[in-house]
């Protein structure tokens, strides 16, 4: 029993595994949707879900609780990851920011493209933001299969490209894929927002105040205004404090001057400490706090939450497709053309056009310890474009059939997608590897 859970909190510990946890719930999906028991699947996605508090009480879909709701939780940890990397990684300088930044919007204008050059004069051309994002977990899941034989460089660069990848996703729905808004209820949004940045200049650090007040609050606020309500994460995300409220060095200090005194406090017989001990201990929690940043907290508790139980229970809410008619006739439609193309076609081309403009004209460099073969692999494996693909065509589309044609082809075009980059990024290295050997033995 001891080994088995010690293998599965290392399998939660590891965050590539996310794409894992991902795949098997799509894999549910489609057998469930596609069994005897596809009306219990159906009932499952459409059972109507009570919140309610002081009287006032909120019913809708468990589809829509898990699209809206918790996909805006996953919208706050894209923001707290952007955030980061804005203050502080790979996007925090022009010369980190500028190939990933740039590669991101080529790879989100070509395939957008794409669609609409097979999509024109349709009523399916509010499709075009379907293959725009790319899917974080699953790209890094396709790396992670590759372990330590890959550059690290690689998968930071992959990752800021998503990031901003996705912040574009967002700006899509907030400002393409909304209805007729609310102006008191938007009015009443950005009052809360205000409250959060107000909170975070006057030194608020409790995580509680901003999930209560951004959830409770924007979220809230949002889901009646008409814009779409997951836009709500990332302002909260934009709150959030950034800032540690005591240096690494100070810390070390105080930290060493505390130890010195739990050592010499008097202790008590028995199994309890002392109540000065207690007091010391309870101190070194508050300078260990006030050693973490807020933002840093926050996103390292929605990690697993995020990738480990929204992503998979979103993929399997929105993955059971049940499979009918001609499905060589359906990939052949317009709609899942566009989106076939506009992610395989208009993500590698974006991307790998956007970084050669970048490099000839010495803006930027490629990662450190890559090659144009890596980074074309990456480029075909930013065309999984998965979780947001499907998100946004549950906002682009009201029509089934639609939506069952964009469904199969976002499914069919990831798969292919890890595939290939997978083939692509194998081939590269294994190059490498031969290009070593030979130096070595040349030696």
Request: hydrophobic share 55%; glycine share 8%; charged share 15%.
């Amino acid at each position: 029993m001891s080994r088995a859970y010690h293998i599965l909190l290392g399998f939660f510990k590891n965050q590539s595994n996310s794409g894992i946890a991902m795949f098997v719930s799509v894999l549910i999906a489609m057998v469930w949707a596609n069994s005897p028991w596809q009306e219990l699947y159906r009932s499952m996605v459409n059972m109507e879900i009570c919140i309610g508090v002081a009287g006032f009480s909120l019913s809708e879909p468990f589809l829509v609780w898990v699209n809206d709701l918790l996909m805006a939780i996953f919208f706050l940890y894209v923001g707290l990851e952007l955030k980061k990397e804005l203050l502080g990684g790979e996007l925090s300088t022009f010369k980190k920011a500028v190939l990933p930044i740039g590669a991101a919007v080529g790879g989100m204008v070509f395939p957008a493209i794409i669609y609409i050059l097979f999509n024109a004069n349709t009523d399916a051309t509010q499709g075009w933001g379907i293959p725009m994002a790319t899917d974080i977990a699953f790209a890094l899941g396709v790396l992670s299969i590759f372990g330590k034989r890959i550059p690290s460089s690689l998968k930071v660069f992959l990752v800021a490209l998503a990031t901003v990848d996705d912040l574009g996703a967002v700006l899509v729905i907030a400002l393409f894929y909304t209805s007729e808004i609310s102006t008191m209820d938007l009015f009443h949004g950005l009052l809360f927002f205000l409250l959060l940045v107000g909170g975070s200049f006057v030194g608020i650090r409790n995580p509680w105040f901003y999930a209560i007040v951004g959830i409770g609050g924007i979220w809230l606020a949002f889901f009646f205004s008409g814009i779409h309500p997951t836009t709500a994460g990332i302002l909260t995300a934009i709150a959030i404090p950034g800032r540690v409220k005591i240096k690494e060095s100070e810390y070390l200090k105080k930290l060493q001057k505390l130890h010195l005194r739990f050592i010499e406090a008097s202790p008590i017989k028995g199994s309890f400490i002392s109540e000065e001990q207690l007091g010391i201990l309870e101190e070194i929690k508050q300078k260990s706090d006030d050693a973490e940043t807020p933002l840093q907290k926050m996103e390292h508790r929605l990690a697993p939450i995020v990738g480990f139980f929204i992503l998979p229970l979103f993929a399997l809410v929105n993955t059971g497709i049940h499979m009918h008619g001609n499905l060589l006739d359906t990939l052949s439609q317009p709609v899942s053309l566009g989106i076939f193309f506009g992610l395989i076609g208009g993500k590698t081309l974006g991307i790998l056009s956007c970084i050669w403009i970048l490099v000839k004209l010495k803006v930027a460099e490629l990662p450190e310890g890559t090659n144009w073969r890596m980074m074309s692999a990456v480029a075909v494996i930013s065309a999984i474009g998965f979780t947001m693909s499907l998100f946004i065509t549950e906002l682009a589309f009201v029509d089934e059939a639609y939506i069952f044609t964009a469904k199969l082809s976002i499914l069919v075009t990831s798969v292919l997608a890890g595939i290939v980059g997978s083939l692509l990024l194998w081939s590269s290295l294994l190059r490498q590897d031969r290009s070593n050997n030979a130096s070595v033995a040349a030696i």
